[in-house]
T-cell receptor, first 116, second 116 residues
């Protein structure tokens, strides 16, 4: 299984500011995924990040709010822009196992953001 | 569209007793099904998956799950619960019909509490 490191693990942010979350994987992967887990809720896919191309965003998520970078096959960043209290969530980076269609996802420990 | 339902927000079990965490799904084609566990302040850990074949799937930490196509269910089970099994459990589905796709849809989670 892949080892995924996320930074920061948690942060407290002021309304209107932006924060960038980093995700480092110990192996090269084609796709990386960013999920959001709002308090007491399930995981929702924000976007899929492919190296060398624009990220693909799910319905309800836009690039201006959640810009993503994918500079190489082991690293990605997610920025939460112009934060409001509603953005308080755990943000999780994940990658898929080696099987193309049947592979499970492996997750980082998550970044817990609290917006005041 | 694919969806997952976990009808129980919380399941309480005495240590040593069998446990069941329920999951039903809806997909347009045939599903790939997954169970994950989330311990406090941690990311998600993969437990097991159903791809094809035997309807009873065995996974990590003594957990197993039974795929029932007619009932569109994939309930998680363990013959003898441990206090250390107390955690948040998520069921997830990927629609095989979307070419394997990449989007994993999660249920709302079930909090399992195992008491002495």
């Amino acid at each position: 299984s892949a080892v995924i490191s996320q930074k920061p693990s948690r942060d407290i942010c002021q309304r209107g500011t932006s924060l960038t979350i980093q995700c480092q994987v110990d192996s090269q992967v084609t796709m990386m995924f960013w999920y959001r887990q709002q308090p007491g809720q399930s995981l929702t896919l924000i976007a899929t990040a492919n190296q060398g191309s624009e990220a693909t965003y799910e319905s309800g998520f836009v690039i201006d709010k959640f810009p993503i970078s994918r500079p190489n096959l082991t690293f990605s960043t997610l920025t939460v822009s112009n934060m409001s209290p509603e953005d308080s969530s755990i943000y999780l980076c994940s990658v898929k196992g080696p099987e193309i269609n049947t592979g499970e996802l492996f997750f980082g420990e998550g970044s817990r953001l609290t917006v005041l | 569209a694919q969806s997952v339902a976990q009808p129980e927000d919380q399941v309480n079990v005495a240590e040593g007793n069998p446990l069941t965490v329920k999951c039903t799904y809806s997909v347009s084609g045939n599903p790939y099904l997954f169970w994950y566990v989330q311990y406090p302040n941690r990311g998600l850990q993969f437990l097991l998956k159903y791809i094809t074949g035997d309807n009873l799937v065995k996974g990590s930490y003594g957990f197993e799950a039974e795929f029932n196509k007619s009932q569109t269910s994939f309930h998680l089970k363990k013959p003898s619960a441990l206090v250390s099994d107390s955690a948040l459990y998520f069921c997830a589905v990927r629609d095989r019909g979307e070419g394997g796709g990449n989007k994993l849809t999660f249920g709302t989670g079930t909090q399992l509490k195992v008491e002495l």
